[in-house]
């Protein structure tokens, strides 16, 4: 990209302005392949979440049908098919954060989410560290034994895990028996992730720091951290992501209703005979919300360039 | 870091103490599913209550309804749990057998209590002649019919079904009647009106009785002849269709009043007559208040359920909460009196049938719903299919009772089986102390890197291996529902789950022309799930690399397509996965009426293993591809760019490029990504379950869901742990040999050897 600016420049010479250029260059980009990708991507993904937004701003429970369109031309039944709301109102979302005490879970959730993060992180950085640097007896194997942790299906560890938790090491009813569980299960991929990434950082320069006499500690902080950035952004964020939408163990290990996490409150809206959807659609919407900025907040680790600088392959 | 490690236990412990010390408190502990109005109506109840009873103040905690049987089978054996819990009725026969789950009330309450509900409420909270709990409120369908459309009600079914014939137009989406007509319970009043339900009056399992294949027939009249329902209802959908007065009747109960538009003038009637039968009989569910045996405050208790069913709180409870209560005097308040909707559910009520609480019942819902659900598709004969599942049944339940009677028995443990653990125990121990110079240099040696790995590896070993212990052994015994309180020693079984698993070699069933693949067969569930993980990982990690690299550059608004791109991980996929459920939908899906626009011809997307199959994968690919974008995005910022300079200098293609730079430096991060989301796609359960659940027929389950299916629809807990084993150690050898051709155990250049 880069390369081509620069050709361009030579062209075009001193006469273009700065704001031609940049009119030039975004219009390279939108007639690209590249661009046409993206934009069908986004399509295709927004599309279903069109239904959850128009549910959500519907102010009704369950969304409407698309209308019978057999009188209408081709352009009337297309337009059909996108779903818009009859009509605009806020009341899911007034009823979601009145009837029940919904910011007050997300206020929850979030703690629970950012101690997950941070001691699985904390957990799978050292772990991890040892993985990429070290080779030692029983190296393979527990790696190995890390991916089997992931082969059980949840469902059935329930009961032993309500049995560890609220009965041997007494956290029932408390955050930190929420947060140890999901920190673990969220362990096993940061752990290989993030082994993976040690992996491709290169040795001279803790090798050139060991020769200096820096400790293993002082490099692992100073140097290998700092140049995971970007890995240790996605674990982070997988492991929010892990504590944030579990919903089972969290309604079974609370018996307080003020500890609930966000995503039980939202259950509420769904029973056997019916379920509020709007409201469902609505809360889901806000639930998202600190996903979305927590993603934007992290971004800035996934630019491409920002490791290119700081070391050299 | 070993600081860290002992602060951290030290945080455990003193939190641990704290709890305990918590526990013990003088107040009366009541879980309830209510919510909205009914909710509000509960919680001003208990708050005068309180005011009244000072001394035993209770408690409520609402529970969602999604986890509420969980909550309760995980907390109640265990001692945990409250004091009185509110819940439907139709569980008690299981719950009884447990001995566990709920206490007998009679002896606590006086006979004035009692003498306040119907018999038929009753009977439905008492089994094999015990009272277990109050009814508190009932819910049970009617006819909610639109009064512009249907000026009076149907009196006799041939009327309703006449109404709904002139009343139907398919082409714009127009039907007569709808309800959830392959729902069980909603099938009820059908199966109910010719017979006696699935249990005869000796309370034998009879489905393929006449009563009941007559009622399937009806059913499959009405849906293939009449035709006047529409396709694969819910209850979104007839609640939908009601609003918009595209449905004229339908059969649902009061939890859908709310939900009918301002606009719709309707009004409620009591089913139809059949005529030479009785009326339409629907299910009532009861909901009860059940005391924990382990309460102990049982006279409080008991002072709560008598305050709750006074004729005072029903009162109130259907006035502010829009319940039917089972304190049936309540109806005589003139509020009540004056209110047709209520007093049409209140007369329901004289024909309506409680639920069988046998704890066979808890096995019917889902095999009866997909009987229903091929019968009305035209793909099977009421009469051939009710006594397949009437085979089917009566060997689950004789699973059970199997289980059951064996624990009853006393039993040893075999005698070699401690001698094993012994000899086991022995040798491990012999051989540390033989190695023990090696173990402690080997510790000396290597002490860093175990110290860094240490507080993982305690926590898994914790929180992970242990429950993973006890699945182990589960899957050793024969444990259910019924005898999971049975000793250990008595539940033992060995491999028996294991040899019936993998030796189920019963790939088809039926002979000659109606020879059909048995699709509960453990080996082409083995091979949908192949198919399913291998088509999804291919898919989705195909198209993020592709969505990765379009987005690793810049490019115009690259902010926001990473932003719209990661959205599906963003929004709770529950939601979500019912929104592409709802596109499919054969009738009044979006996907098919894009087709009718280009001309296309409607797809039953659910009626076919190949279809149906494709709902799933389009569902998954789409939750999946976002995360599996986000980590390639982290891996390619390792890749130096000076590499692709020197590369473009010396004149390679971006193919080239990509080949030789981008796919190998992307390998430490994509391996790891790619082994464990085989992983998780092959245990990937809400999305099947969410979306197609197995359709048509449980062709389309995969492992996992047929594990769920048989844990908690069937209950044989011990065999859902045997299949999940079987599970774990396929895919152990799946990544054994990933790992292998891979080299995913590689260090780092340049590791401390």
């Given amino acids: ?313 | 870091m070993a600081r860290l490690l002992a602060s951290l236990l030290g945080l455990l412990l003193a939190l641990g103490t704290l709890q305990a010390t918590a526990q013990e408190s003088r107040e009366l502990l009541l879980w309830h599913g209510y919510r909205g109005a009914e909710r509000q109506a509960l919680e001003s109840l208990l708050a005068d209550y309180n005011r009244l009873h000072p001394d035993v103040p209770v408690r409520a905690l609402a529970v969602p309804f999604g986890s509420f049987p969980d909550k309760l089978s995980a907390a109640l054996p265990r001692g945990q749990g409250p004091d009185l819990f509110i819940f439907a009725h139709d569980r008690i026969g299981g719950w009884s057998k447990t001995g566990q789950m709920i206490a007998p009330v009679a002896s606590l309450l006086s006979p004035e209590v009692l003498g306040r509900f119907p018999a038929n409420l009753l009977d439905a909270m008492t089994y094999e002649g015990q009272l277990y709990g109050l009814p508190l409120n009932f819910k049970s369908t009617a006819l909610i019919y639109n009064r512009a459309l249907v000026p009076a009600p149907p009196a006799t079914v041939s009327d309703m079904i006449g109404r709904a014939r002139q009343l139907t137009d398919r082409e714009r989406g127009r039907f007569g009647l709808a309800y959830s007509y392959t729902e069980p319970f909603f099938h009820g009043a059908l199966m109910n009106a010719f017979g006696t339900g699935p249990f005869n009056a000796s309370g034998e399992l009879a489905l393929d009785s006449e009563g009941n294949i007559r009622s399937l027939a009806l059913l499959e009249d009405w849906a293939r002849n009449e035709r006047v329902l529409p396709e694969e209802p819910n209850s979104t959908l007839v609640t939908n269709l009601f609003n918009q007065g595209r449905a004229a009747m339908v059969i649902s109960g009061p939890w859908m009043l709310g939900e009918i538009d301002p606009s719709i003038d309707y009004a409620v009637a009591p089913l139809p007559q059949l005529v030479g039968e009785r009326p339409l009989s629907p299910w009532v569910a009861v909901e009860g208040l059940f005391l924990s045996p382990w309460s102990k405050k049982q006279q409080s208790a008991a002072r709560l359920m008598d305050f709750l069913t006074s004729v005072p709180s029903a009162e109130r409870m259907a006035i502010e909460g829009g319940q039917l209560p089972a304190n049936l005097a309540a109806f005589d308040n003139p509020r009540l009196a004056g209110d047709p909707v209520a007093m049409a559910f209140r007369s329901q009520l004289d024909t309506a049938v409680p639920i069988p609480n046998h704890p066979a019942m808890t096995l019917l819902w889902k095999p009866l719903e997909t009987v229903l659900q091929k019968v009305v598709k035209g793909a099977a004969q009421p009469a051939a299919e009710l006594q397949r599942l009437q085979a089917q049944i009566a060997k689950d339940v004789a699973a059970l009772e199997e289980a059951q009677r064996r624990s009853e028995q006393p039993a040893d443990w075999p005698v070699w089986l401690p001698l094993m653990l012994l000899l086991a125990g022995l040798a491990v121990a012999m051989a540390l102390w033989r190695h023990r110079r090696n173990i402690a240099a080997g510790w000396r040696q290597h002490r860093t890197a175990y110290v860094y790995i240490l507080p993982a590896a305690l926590g898994m070993v914790l929180l992970v291996f242990f429950p993973l212990l006890y699945g182990l052994l589960l899957s050793f015994t024969d444990t259910t529902l019924l005898n999971e309180s049975a000793p250990l020693a008595s539940r033992w079984l060995g491999l028996d789950n294991y040899l019936s698993i993998l030796g189920d070699w019963n790939l088809f069933y039926g002979a000659g022309d109606q020879r059909s693949i048995n699709y509960d067969n453990f080996y082409w569930t083995l091979f949908m799930t192949i198919c399913w993980t291998a088509s999804n990982v291919v898919i989705s990690v195909g198209l993020a690399l592709l969505l990765a690299l379009a987005l690793n550059k810049p490019i115009f608004g690259r902010t926001w397509f990473r932003l719209i791109l990661i959205l599906p991980w963003a929004i709770p996929n529950y939601i979500t996965a019912l929104v592409w459920k709802g596109m499919f939908h054969p009738q009044f899906g979006v996907i098919n009426q894009a087709l009718q626009v280009f001309g296309f011809a409607p797809v039953a997307w659910f009626d076919s293993v190949g279809t149906s199959f494709f709902t799933g994968l389009v569902t998954n690919v789409w939750l999946s591809i976002p995360f599996m974008m986000v980590v390639i995005l982290g891996g390619l910022q390792s890749i130096p760019r000076e590499l692709y300079e020197a590369a473009k200098v010396e004149g390679a293609s971006r193919w080239t490029q990509f080949r030789s730079i981008t796919l190998p430096l992307l390998r430490p991060v994509l391996v790891p990504a790619v082994i464990l989301s085989v992983v998780w796609t092959f245990n990937m359960f809400n999305v099947i379950y969410l979306v197609s659940d197995g359709a048509p027929a449980g062709a389309n389950d995969i492992l996992i869901t047929k594990a769920f299916r048989i844990g908690f629809e069937k209950y044989q807990y011990a065999y859902a742990a045997a299949y999940s084993i079987v599970v774990l150690a396929l895919l152990f050898v799946y990544a054994l040999w990933q790992t292998r051709v891979s080299g995913a155990f590689e260090t780092g250049r340049g590791a401390v050897r």
């Fill in chain 1, 1 to 313: 990209m880069r390369q081509i600016l620069t050709q361009n420049q030579s062209a075009a010479g001193a006469l273009e302005s700065p704001r031609w250029r940049r009119l030039k260059s975004v219009l390279r980009d939108v007639f690209s392949w590249r661009f046409a990708l993206l934009v069908f991507a986004s399509l295709v993904v927004i599309y279903p979440l069109l239904w959850v937004v128009s549910l959500a701003f519907s102010g009704q429970q369950s969304l409407q049908l698309v209308q019978d369109t057999r009188d209408l031309g081709l352009w009337g039944q297309l337009a059909a098919l996108v779903p818009l709301p009859e009509q605009w109102s806020l009341q899911n979302f007034r009823a979601v954060l009145t009837e029940q005490p919904f910011m007050r879970w997300l206020l929850n959730s979030v703690v629970v989410a950012a101690g997950t993060t941070v001691i699985g992180l904390v957990l799978s950085c050292t772990a991890a560290y040892a993985f990429s640097r070290f080779r030692f007896p029983g190296r393979n194997r527990g790696l190995m034994l890390f991916l089997v942790s992931q082969m059980f299906p949840a469902v059935l560890m329930l009961i032993p895990l309500y049995v560890i938790v609220v009965q041997w090491l007494g956290l029932g009813n408390s955050w930190l028996g929420l947060i140890l569980v999901y920190a673990i299960t969220a362990l096993p991929f940061c752990v290989w992730m993030l082994k993976g990434y040690f992996d491709t950082l290169p040795f001279e320069i803790e090798e050139s720091a060991l020769l200096e006499g820096a400790s293993r500690l002082t490099i692992f902080y100073r140097i290998i951290l700092p140049l995971a950035r970007p890995a240790i952004a996605v674990t982070g964020l997988f492991s929010f992501m892990t504590a944030w939408n579990e919903f089972i163990l969290a309604s079974i290990f609370m018996d307080d209703e003020a500890l609930y996490t966000v995503p039980v409150g939202l259950r509420f809206f769904v029973s056997d005979y019916s379920s509020e959807w709007g409201y469902f659609a609505a809360g889901s919407i806000l639930v998202s919300v600190p996903v979305i900025l927590l993603f934007l907040a992290l971004q800035r680790f996934l630019v491409s360039g920002l490791s290119a600088g700081a070391v050299k392959g």
